[in-house]
């Protein structure tokens, strides 16, 4: 009797421990933001936040998602805040914590002191049609680092900056590329895909790519490797809503070289989303790609074994369920 309630006490163990690890939501990084605007539902805000290296994710404007406890008490349009950022149950990235930052807290992407009086401008007769956008100084940036809607976001685009080791650009490239999981590869634990693993360009391409996601859940289609000075944290990143298509424009350095591609969602690339580029034919295959290369250490299939292990499986499985029907009924 002792032991069944040893089990039990394990069990409950296993259980409560379980539990609070769905419980807890994991905080990646903490930054500080100014905030722009509340959704008047307040279940959102926008702020401009410096760069947060633990995620990857540059200097830049865009709508956060606010956690259930996350208490928007005290701040205001205008304050300056100390965010943490987690993953929400559907994997993306919201606010855990809000809180007014302490006094003399800045936000380098956003100077408290561009003598703009933000309140008291009257956006809703702004005619923004006739701004000359390619005109603003965005910090010093020559790219738009990145675009964010419902939709999902494009990030790093560059359509018009050769690299540093090219002449100029070399010709242009077009991708059409579906992901979901009716494009999972035969491959076992393969649950998403996308229609193509591999991309060949000549050095100094022009690549457009288009994402068209035909899941319900979010995927991105992030390309790594490129040079840091013209794409920050080297990075290339469509990332796409369910149901929803973006296009993005890149352009390759000219030195042979393979670069990675995947989705970022936790678990994603694992259950299929790992693709490659290569420029100038490449300089290897990456592994673990669905349909182009295997693994760099094979799995113990279980098909790879003979039958007769499985019926001596079956057969210790069955003795030690008689022997505890045995014991079970002496206890009796
Ligand atoms: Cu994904």
């Known amino acids: ?25 994991e905080t990646e990084a903490e930054a500080a933001g100014l905030i722009h605007a509340i959704a008047p539902d307040g279940s959102s805000v926008n702020l401009t936040h410096d760069p947060i290296p633990n995620v990857g994710w540059p200097a830049m404007t865009m709508d956060l998602g606010l956690s259930e406890r996350a208490s928007l008490d005290g701040i205001d349009v205008g304050s300056v805040v ?8 559907d994997g993306i990235y919201r606010i855990g914590t809000i809180t007014p930052a302490p006094d003399g807290t800045e936000v380098e992407a956003a100077p408290a002191g561009d003598g703009m009086d933000h309140d008291n401008m009257d956006h809703g007769s702004m005619d923004h049609g006739s701004m000359d956008h390619g005109s603003m100084d965005h ?16 990030m790093n685009a560059n359509a018009d900056t050769p690299p540093d080791d090219c002449a100029e650009i070399s010709g242009d490239h077009e991708f059409t590329i579906r992901v979901g999981r009716k494009h999972a590869g035969p491959e076992r634990g393969s649950i ?11 050095p100094c391409a022009r690549v457009t790519v288009t994402l068209i996601n035909e899941d319900q859940v979010r995927h991105m289609w992030m390309l790594h490797g490129l040079p840091r000075y013209l794409y920050p944290q080297g990075m290339f990143h469509l990332e796409v809503a369910g149901g929803a298509t973006k296009s993005g424009t890149f352009i390759v350095p000219s030195n042979a070289k393979t670069y990675l591609i995947h989705c970022d969602i936790p678990q994603h690339m694992e259950k299929g989303l790992k693709g490659q580029l290569l420029v100038a034919g490449g300089d290897g295959d990456l592994p673990s790609i669905a349909g182009v290369s295997g693994p760099v250490v094979a799995d113990r299939h279980r098909e790879d074994q003979p039958r007769w292990h499985g019926w ?3 057969a210790v499985g069955l003795v030690g369920l008689a022997g505890g029907v045995f014991a079970f009924k002496r206890i009796g």
């Open 192 to 202: 998403f895909g996308y229609d193509q693993n591999e991309f060949e360009v000549e």
């Open 139 to 154: 910090d010093g940036h020559a790219h738009h680092n990145m675009t964010l809607d419902a939709e999902g976001m494009v």
């Open 312 to 314: 001596i499986y079956a």
């Open 82 to 89: 100390i965010f943490t950022l987690e993953r929400g149950p």
């Open 1 to 25: 009797m002792r032991s069944i309630a040893r089990i039990i006490w394990l069990s409950l163990t296993v259980f409560v421990i379980g539990a609070s690890a769905v419980a807890a939501q």
